[in-house]
Each structure stands twice: as C-alpha cells, then as structure tokens.
C-alpha cells in the first residue's frame, strides 16, 4: 500500500519504505515506527522476531468476533487471530488494521482502538496483563 501523504510503500508489518535514506517518524500506540534503511534494518528484524515470539504464546484458530463501531451502527464482525486471557488480537478488515480489546459482557467488542501494524498489535497484546 502507498502512504497518500509521503508516497512511501507500506507493508502490513509496520515497515515503510521510502526513496530517501532520511528516517521518517511514524506514529504507533506501542513503538515508533521508521522507513527502513541500510543503517536501521537490525532494528525491524528484532521487532519482527520479538513479535514472532510473542505471538507463539497467544495463537487461536481464527474466528469471527461481534463487534459495534459506534453506539448507532449495526454489528460487524472482526477476526481473531490470537488471545491473551480476554484480550483479542482481532483483524478490522474494514480499516485494515490489527489491534487489541476486550469483549463487553454481551459479548461485542466495542472498543475498536486498531494498532495498525500485525507487529505493533501482537507487542501490545503481549505487554498487557490478561484479564481473566
């Protein structure tokens, strides 16, 4: 996908590349991420692997999960990919993004505060402590 606003190319992983060597700032809930270059690619390897790791502790097979996006819209449904005692990590296929929430006691998962990157979702879903 290319980033409207710098023309860079994204990838689903948080990485964003761009013609200039210049380190750009992007903005995420957990962990800045930057345009890869020759002098920052041992950073994105790291965060990938941490990620990798993180996730081998929290995988579900996938499932379709209730989800309101605001008070006044219809349910939807989201896809989870992983769980960390009632955390989700679920796909918005709707805005492409992944992120991190806690179903509501009907069952619906309201709050949808997406991460944006697989990798930044899958390293907050690990840094929270499971509510059970």
């Known amino acids: 996908m290319v980033d409207t606003r710098s023309g860079r190319r994204c990838f689903g992983i948080g990485i964003c590349l761009s013609s200039s060597k210049r380190s750009s700032q992007t903005e995420s809930k957990t962990l800045n991420f930057r345009s890869v270059t020759d002098s920052n690619i041992g950073d994105w390897v790291e965060h990938i692997a941490e990620a990798a790791r993180a996730y081998e502790k929290y995988p579900v097979a996938p499932y379709e999960q209730r989800c309101l996006r605001s ?26 993004e992944f992120g991190v929430g ?13 991460f944006g990157p697989l990798v930044a979702a899958v390293l907050a879903l690990d840094r929270i402590e499971p509510i059970h």
């Open 71 to 96: 008070a006044d819209s219809r349910i939807e449904r989201i896809f989870v990919v992983a769980r960390n005692g009632s955390q989700l990590l679920f796909f918005d296929d709707v805005e492409e």
């Open 102 to 114: 806690v179903p509501d006691n009907d069952a619906n998962l309201r709050d949808l505060g997406t």
